[in-house]
């Protein structure tokens, strides 16, 4: 195993005690919940779509701390963002994660979210990072169904 | 009168050499391992147990000397790797005190076991309107195939509930004991909170009402002498991989008339007697519930467990565990923010906690860096979960070749995850 520091940088730390946007959004025009069955993590995503743009995006429910700051970090990512600029950084984020070791994620392009590249040396926890934006695709699609990341 | 005090005597001799943990940790090459750089702190006995090179070697002996299929060959290796098969059906009858080896069914584990109850015996003797009595802290295991069979029926589940300790509520069980109660369903140790059910009292209350008990005995089986004629249960289900054997191998027991009764669970070969397009009759039991090749090195290989064990004595492993047990508790108290899961007085070796503004899972993560295997999650009881309103715990079960020095790995490994957290 790689250091631990890795996983749990004091970004993510920050993230996971002071979760940024968690609350609901009463005015939400979309949502979807999302779950992981491994960790148990439970994400309830609000999304407020005007004209494709993110006007205001949060979330809430309960789960480690990579799930958690993971959320927490995607609602600050994409605020105020269109919908056409999120989709190729869910795709990064997840290319991020999900790449052999010996491929260079794009970094630069994930800007803050990179933090989340130590994730990939634990295949266990990628799901944890993950969730929350696959929930949001699912909010996006305006599923009612809750998406799974099994 | 001389006779039996002479053999208790033996048996007593037999069983008294000093528990001698370093030479019993030492028969598991797993555990002379290193994870992430440091020595294996395994405890994760609940899911699944580590194996002797006495069980590793008889497998590989197995497949090594005398493979051959069972029951059918005239030639040496089908007789030898018969005789080896059907010699490890004695050794678990003998294990758990059943009254004869024909009343063994070899299973893959203990969810076969159940799903076969439930599939033979469930579908011919409950009906709409029946019910099936199960606890709140039961194993999916012993869940989801009643609620199969529940679907398939219409009967009704009727769940015992449990106290905060996390002991099942036997006055609660006593009503909902009925006269359309068909079967009652219980696990003898939980494998989440380590409860220890008073089994006998539970068989007895539904017994004096007629009332068929299937017990699963997938956690007490390891750590706990079993004799199922004492229990009085009807049923009872282990998984041979808990119990230090392979994989893909587990028991039912049931007594010989239910078995004599039931319907098969699966057609093929061994299991009948004659076959032809007319219809075909079916083999005498246990074999009429063993369709196909079975698992015969598991086999082997679980009767050769039971040997190891029986080497150092039941009552002597439950005896050091418990005092393992203890102090483990004692040590887990004193970290705060730590918050034992399953108090209840009569406990096997297992210890779920839950740790405050920390998830399981990151416990589980931290602690496997340092070394430290233990559980995290719902372990299959998500009943369980939703009646303690969390959606998981990290868990660390113990077994006889764990030690002090693996509990204080333990310890330091938790206030690793409160520094990472701090």
Same mark, same amino acid.
């Given at each position: ?17 002071? @979760? ?59 605020? +105020? ?5 999120? =989709?190729?950084? /869910? ?24 933090? /989340?590249? +130590?994730?990939?040396? /634990? @295949? ?12 949001? =695709? ?13 | ?8 005597? %033996? ?62 060959? %005239? ?51 409950? $009906? ?7 606890? !709140? ?92 004629? &004492? ?20 028991? #039912?027991?049931?007594?010989?008339? #239910? ?119 719902? $372990? ?24 002090? !020095? ?7 490994? %938790?206030?690793?995850? &409160?520094?990472?957290?701090?």
């Amino acid at each position: 195993m790689s250091d631990l520091r890795d996983l749990y940088q004091q970004t993510i730390l920050d993230h996971t005690r002071k @979760p940024r946007n968690k609350h609901e959004m009463p005015d939400a025009t979309s949502t979807a919940d999302g779950h992981n069955r491994l960790c148990g993590d439970n994400i309830k995503l609000f999304l407020k779509l005007n004209a494709g743009i993110i006007e205001d995006i949060s979330f809430t429910g309960n789960g480690c701390a990579i799930s958690t700051a993971s959320a927490s970090m995607m609602t600050e990512a994409l605020k +105020g963002k269109t919908l056409a600029e999120a =989709q190729p950084l /869910f795709e990064l984020f997840h290319t991020m994660l999900t790449s052999p070791m010996d491929q260079e994620p794009d970094l630069e392009a994930l800007n803050k979210l990179a933090v /989340f590249s +130590g994730v990939r040396e /634990f @295949p266990v926890r990628v799901k944890c990072a993950t969730l929350p934006w696959h929930t949001l =695709q699912a909010a996006i699609k305006n599923q009612d169904a809750p998406v799974s990341t099994e | 009168m001389t006779t039996t005090t002479t053999k208790s005597a %033996v048996a007593k001799a037999a069983k008294a050499p000093a528990f001698d943990s370093a030479a019993i940790r030492s028969d598991f090459p797993l555990l002379q391992t290193q994870s992430h750089g440091k020595p294996l702190v395994y405890l994760d006995n609940a899911a699944t147990s580590q194996k002797p090179q006495a069980v590793i070697a008889a497998t590989t002996r197995y497949y090594t000397n005398y493979n051959a299929n069972i029951h059918r060959g %005239v030639y040496k290796l089908s007789v030898d790797a018969t005789a080896a098969y059907e010699a490890a059906r004695e050794k678990v009858a003998r294990f758990i005190n059943a009254p004869s080896a024909r009343e063994i069914v070899f299973v893959r584990g203990a969810t076969e076991a159940v799903n076969l109850v439930a599939a033979t015996w469930g579908m011919e003797n409950i $009906h709409s309107g029946d019910e099936i009595i199960l606890s !709140e802290m039961e194993h999916h295991s012993n869940i989801v195939p009643w609620q199969l069979l529940a679907q398939r029926t219409g009967a009704i589940i009727k769940v015992i509930s449990i106290s905060q300790r996390g002991e099942l509520s036997l006055d609660h069980y006593a009503q909902l004991l009925s006269d359309r109660t068909r079967l009652v369903a219980v696990t003898h140790v939980s494998n989440a909170l380590g409860t220890i059910n008073p089994i006998e009292r539970i068989v007895a209350m539904a017994k004096a009402r007629g009332i068929p008990v299937l017990v699963d005995g997938a956690q007490s089986v390891p750590h706990l002498a079993v004799d199922v004629q &004492k229990m009085g249960c009807d049923f009872f289900v282990f998984s041979g991989h808990k119990l230090y054997a392979p994989t893909g191998i587990g028991v #039912l027991w049931a007594k010989a008339a #239910l078995l004599e009764k039931m319907p098969p669970y699966q057609g093929g070969g061994d299991m009948i007697s004659t076959v032809s397009f007319a219809g075909s009759t079916w083999n005498d039991i246990p074999h009429k519930f063993e369709a196909g090749t079975p698992h015969i090195s598991g086999a082997i290989g679980l009767g050769v467990a039971i040997d190891y064990l029986g080497g150092i004595g039941m009552d002597a492993i439950a005896e050091y565990e418990h005092d393992l047990l203890l102090y483990a508790t004692k040590q887990l108290k004193r970290i705060s923010g730590l918050h034992i899961i399953g108090t209840a007085p009569e406990k096997a070796a297992v210890i779920s906690f839950v740790m405050e503004n920390i998830h399981p899972h990151d416990i589980g993560t931290i602690v496997d860096g340092e070394g430290v295997a233990i559980r995290t999650g719902h $372990h299959c009881c998500q009943p369980l979960m939703d009646h303690y309103n969390i959606a998981a715990t990290a868990r660390a079960s113990l077994a006889f070749y764990n030690n002090r !020095e693996d509990v204080d790995r333990l310890l330091a490994a %938790v206030e690793k995850v &409160k520094e990472v957290f701090s």
